[in-house]
Structures are given as C-alpha cells and as structure tokens.
C-alpha cells in the first residue's frame, strides 16, 4: 500500500512539473493556451462519460441475461 502511495505522489508531482513547465514554454498565448488546455480536458471528460455509460449499459445487459438465466 505504501508503495502505491509513493508511486502515485511522484505521479502528481511528475505530472504537475510537466504541466507546468509546458505552459511556461508554450508557444501559444496564455489565453490560447488556456482555451486549448480547456478543450482537450473536455475531451477527455466526454470520452470518460461515454465509456462510463457504455460499461452501465453493459453491466444492466450482463444483469438482465443473468435473472433470465
């Protein structure tokens, strides 16, 4: 358990680093930079919530074949 814990510290750490150095070198402005950074998390969220969706339908089709069962 300690050890996923260390792991996923350094893993927002990294992950913060990188962000941060990566809008500090962008080449965009910082309002267009903002709105792309806007634009791929809302991407990210929707594919999320179709794939949450898809495994919902899939999991009330797995339970419906296994009362008939």
Known sequence: MMRLMRFLAGFV???SMGA????????????ETLDLVRG??????DEG???AEQTRAD???????????
């Open 20 to 31: 941060a150095i990566g809008l500090l070198l962008a080449p965009q402005s910082g309002s």
């Open 49 to 51: 919530r179709q794939a």
């Open 40 to 45: 791929r998390v809302q991407g990210v969220l």
């Open 59 to 69: 999991a009330h089709a797995r339970l419906a074949d296994l009362k008939e069962g």
């Open 13 to 15: 750490v990294g992950l």
